[in-house]
């Protein structure tokens, strides 16, 4: 008999299962058995989209926008976004440089395909979204991790940056916000990049900036607005998570031209279009009111301080000061090697392993972002969700010797 492995091709039998997905599946699973499950693992926000939004997709369909769109994008929604750009990120993209996709992550699926030879490099800020490791090595390239830990605030300094790039590599990739540690890359940080990356001409910048939106900081800066990487920047975006679209799949790219054009082509022959209303509603949502979203964002900020507040009562739980998305990214390495008499704490796997089973609630372990002393908790839930996660999280923990 044929075995699966001899069917199955190198590529996926080759990719991780996105652990974030893997760890929503075991709460399904706990929930099923009458277990009274938190799940803190899913990066998706508790809000429902703001009604105008909604309205706008309601209109689209009434008026016929049920049909193919352009590959790249309604008209304008592209216009809309090539407006927003210039608006809150001093980035000139024309219409014809942006490429609207089924989501950011097609986005970057996008790009990886479109810039990725075997054997090319990708040099990636950790701890990282765990798709990007897996897209890159999908699209053939080499993923190099460039690592800072907690008290660094997981920011990699310059000359790491410099170190890390070869003749091999393509491009650069990292987020701010950051997924999964809340890290805000400042003014003056992204120009100490802009200033590295400008001495070494061969090289591009991806920068994820879907979190934008979700920025406890008074300003949120673009790297591509320096002059020195201007032209070699591909922005990312989208509305799942400042516009609580997440269900919507809708993303989009700011890039040069030619690649563009690149991620356009592959698009075409993938999936085509985004969804034509969900555009239409895309548009709407960047040049309204902002209001739903600012409400959003404050709500997140406090949820960030009660969470902050209750894991420094936790012994051994050592977290920065996130100043974006909506995750805590605490080291637990103070636990490996601790028991409660039956299991030893080995790993973040374990660690998230045993409270799941213990507290029933979910957390996805820092192995997946690239580092495994640490567990990434969401909270993109509600205030009482919270508390009780960290309560019983503080019971359980206290059993560990």
């Known amino acids: 008999m044929t075995s699966i492995q001899s069917v199955l091709s190198e590529r996926v039998l080759n990719l991780a299962e996105s652990e974030t997905l893997k760890m929503a599946r075991m709460a399904r699973e706990l929930r099923a058995l009458g277990h009274d499950v938190i799940s803190l693992s899913l ?46 990120n001093s980035l000139d993209y024309k219409p014809e440089q942006i490429v609207v996709s089924n989501g950011a992550k097609q986005s970057l699926y996008n790009i990886c395909q479109a810039l990725l030879d075997p ?68 003014r003056a940080e992204l120009r100490a990049y802009a200033e590295v990356l400008a001495r070494h001409d061969h090289v591009f910048v991806v920068s994820d900036e879907i979190y934008e939106y979700i920025n406890f900081t008074h300003e949120h800066v673009s790297i591509g607005s320096f002059p020195e990487v201007k032209d070699r920047t591909i922005t990312i975006n989208g509305f799942a998570k400042g516009f609580a679209m997440t269900g919507w799949r809708l993303g989009y790219i700011g890039a040069p031209k030619f690649i563009a054009d690149a991620c356009s082509k592959i698009q075409g022959q993938v999936t085509s279009g985004a969804s034509s209303f969900g555009q239409k509603a895309g548009a709407v949502a960047l040049l309204s009111d902002l209001g739903p979203t600012e409400a959003m964002r ?22 920065n000061h996130p ?27 374990d660690f998230c392993d045993f409270v799941m089973s213990s507290a029933y609630v979910g957390l996805v372990s820092g192995a997946a972002f690239g580092d495994p002393n640490c567990f990434r908790l969401s909270y993109a839930a509600s205030e009482a969700q919270l508390r009780e996660a960290i309560r019983r999280m503080k019971d359980v923990l206290g059993r560990l010797k």
């Open 43 to 88: 990066g998706e926000p508790d809000f429902d989209t703001p009604e105008h939004i909604k309205t706008a997709a309601y209109e689209a369909l009434k008026a016929g926008y049920t049909k193919y769109t352009p590959v790249s994008g309604l008209p304008e929604l592209t216009q809309a976004i090539s407006e927003k750009f210039r608006r809150d």
């Open 119 to 186: 054997g090319d490099e990708v040099v990636i800020f950790a701890p990282y979204w765990v798709s990007y490791w897996e897209i890159v090595k999908l699209s053939g390239g080499i993923p190099v991790a460039l690592y800072a830990d907690v008290d660094s605030d997981f920011k990699p300094a310059p000359e790491q940056l410099d170190a890390a790039i070869t003749p091999r590599t393509k491009f650069v990739l990292f987020s701010s916000p950051c997924n999964p540690t809340g890290t805000v890359f400042d």
């Open 298 to 319: 404050e709500a997140f900020r406090e949820r960030r301080d009660i969470i902050l507040s209750m894991l420094e009562e936790i012994p051994g739980i050592k977290a």
């Open 323 to 349: 100043e974006g998305a909506f995750y805590v990214f605490p080291d637990i390495s103070w636990y490996f090697g601790k028991s409660d008499g039956q299991i030893v704490i080995r790993n973040a796997d």
